[in-house]
C-alpha cells in the first residue's frame, strides 16, 4: 500500500489526522508530510487470507537495516561473518580476483591444492583486511550497493529477522502487545503452525468493522483494513 493510499484509507475510517483536503491532488510533499504524521500516531493492519496481519505502512527494509550492518567502510570481519549472505557476498568478491589471477600470466601463482572457491570460502577475512587502494575502493562500492538492496528471500529467508517483512514486523508488533489487546481483538500469535514449520504471523480472528470498534472504545491506535479493499 502506497503513502496516498494509506491516507485515504484512514480517512475512510473517520481518523482525524492533518492531511490535505484532497489527496488525489496533494503534492509529493504534502503527502509525505501527512504521512509520517499518520504513522506516529496509528499503527494500519491489512488483514489478509486467513486473518494474516500486516503492516499496511510498511515500507520493506534493505539490507543495511534488515540485518542492521554499518556501510562496507565500516564492516569489519566479525560483522561479516555473523551474518551469512554478507559473508557469501565477500567470498563471491574474493573469487573473482583469485579467478582473475589464475588467468593473468603477470601475476605470481599461488602454490595450493585448494581450488579457488575452497580458499575463498575459508581465506576471505585475511583477504578483506588486506585490501587497499582502488580495489578496496571498488569492493566498498560493491557492499554498498548489496547493502542497498531489498534481500533474497529465495536465498536469505532462513537468516533475516522477522521485522524484514511486513507480516513479520505485525507477528513482532502483537507478540509484544498487551495480552488484553491481543484478547480483545482476538489476535492469534502463531509461531509454527505445525512441527517443523518456520511460519509465523498475528491472526486476526473477529471481523474488520469490530475490531476497529474496539480499538476506537479502548483508545488503542491500532487500526485494521481489508488487504486491497483501502
Not at 161 to 168: E, I, L, V
Request: hydrophobic share 40%; aromatic share 10%.
Amino acid at each position: 500500500m502506497d503513502r496516498r493510499t494509506f491516507l485515504k484509507a484512514l480517512a475512510a475510517l473517520g481518523v482525524s489526522l492533518p492531511m490535505p483536503l484532497d489527496l488525489l491532488a496533494a503534492s509529493d510533499q504534502e503527502l509525505d508530510s501527512a504521512w509520517r504524521q499518520a504513522r506516529d500516531l496509528w499503527e494500519l493492519f491489512e488483514v489478509g487470507e486467513g486473518g494474516v496481519l500486516s503492516f499496511a505502512n510498511y515500507e520493506n527494509l534493505d539490507r543495511a537495516d534488515a540485518y542492521c550492518l554499518p556501510w562496507g567502510a565500516q564492516l569489519s570481519v566479525e560483522e561479516i561473518g555473523d551474518c551469512p549472505p554478507l559473508q557469501w557476498k565477500v567470498s563471491a568478491l574474493y573469487l573473482e580476483d583469485l579467478e582473475a589471477r589464475e588467468w593473468d600470466e603477470g601475476e605470481d601463482r599461488v602454490v595450493d591444492s585448494r581450488s579457488p572457491y575452497e580458499i575463498a570460502e575459508s581465506d576471505w577475512p585475511a583477504w578483506f583486511r588486506s585490501l587497499q587502494g582502488l580495489r578496496r575502493d571498488e569492493v566498498i562500492a560493491e557492499l554498498n550497493a548489496w547493502l542497498r538492496d531489498e534481500p533474497d528471500w529465495g536465498w536469505e529467508e532462513d537468516y533475516l529477522p522477522d521485522r524484514a517483512t511486513g507480516q513479520g514486523a505485525a507477528f513482532e508488533y502483537f507478540s509484544e502487545a498487551e495480552s488484553e489487546v491481543r484478547k480483545a481483538l482476538r489476535i492469534r500469535v502463531i509461531e509454527g503452525d505445525r512441527p517443523g514449520s518456520n511460519y509465523i504471523a498475528a491472526e486476526l480472528h473477529m471481523c474488520v468493522e469490530e475490531a476497529n470498534a474496539i480499538a476506537v472504545e479502548n483508545g488503542w491506535t491500532i487500526l485494521f483494513v481489508r488487504e486491497g479493499a483501502a
